[in-house]
């Protein structure tokens, strides 16, 4: 089965520096896609960035950016320039073209940014 | 476009009664899923359909709960009878295209069941 693993329950950053979140994955495809969701206290989901497993080049979204490895099957996100407002809980998942699509999310990281 | 829109946002009720969540995905959009989020199981999809007909309901977790889709533009969750382990957030989310599409997520639906 495919399963999604985010290995920091919890992580903080000083405003203004970088955070990297953990996400690792496991399938047997070779086709997928792969995303960040945040959800901020008002609880809305939020997609951050996306990411083709067809793709070598890792995706960018202005401040936030990925490390796509996959042949070790991780992909962390990069928040450069912290700003409180990415203080929320952030989910990696994973979507199995195969598989009826669905979503499978990952356990989730709250990231605090402090001032 | 206003994106995908659930009510209630917040439902209180009593162990027993009927509960009816509602959702108007992006217009466009072809694919709407049900998800639900609580602290045990995190996010789970409970259903999805594609132009209206449901093609995955393996996540629903018993007969008490049930989902349609009466056209493109409106989405229905029922619980009956309710029971407190249902309380949770529910989400809808919908897509454009193929299920590996970009799903856009509601602002949930925060149920709590006494």
């Known amino acids: 089965a495919q399963t999604v693993t985010q290995s920091q329950p919890e992580m903080s950053v000083q405003e203004a520096e970088t955070v990297t979140l953990s996400c690792t994955y496991d399938t047997s495809e070779n086709n997928y896609y792969l995303f960040w969701y945040k959800q901020p206290p008002s609880r809305q989901m939020i997609l951050v960035i996306r990411q083709e497993a067809y793709k070598q080049q890792n995706a960018t979204e202005n401040r936030f950016s990925v490390n796509f490895q996959k042949a070790a099957k991780s992909f962390s996100l990069k928040i450069s320039d912290s700003q409180l407002g990415d203080t929320a809980m952030y989910f990696c998942a994973f979507n199995d073209p195969s598989n009826t699509g669905k979503l499978i999310f990952g356990q989730g990281t709250t990231l605090q940014v402090k001032p | 476009d206003a994106g995908v829109i659930q009510s209630p946002r917040h439902e209180v009720t009593e162990m027993g009664q009927e509960v009816t969540l509602r959702c108007k995905p992006i217009?466009?959009?072809?694919?709407l899923f049900w998800y639900r989020q609580t602290m045990m199981r995190g996010l789970e999809l409970l259903i999805y359909f594609n132009n209206n007909v449901p093609i995955d309901d393996s996540g629903m977790p018993e007969d008490r709960f049930s989902a349609k889709m009466p056209n493109a533009s409106f989405s229905t969750l029922k619980i009956q009878p309710s029971e407190p382990r249902d309380s949770a957030v529910y989400f809808c989310?919908?897509?454009?295209?193929?299920?590996?599409?970009?799903?856009?997520f509601g602002p949930g639906t925060r149920l709590t069941v006494l």
């Open positions: 217009s466009g959009h072809d694919y």
């Open positions: 989310a919908s897509s454009w295209g193929t299920t590996t599409d970009t799903q856009y």
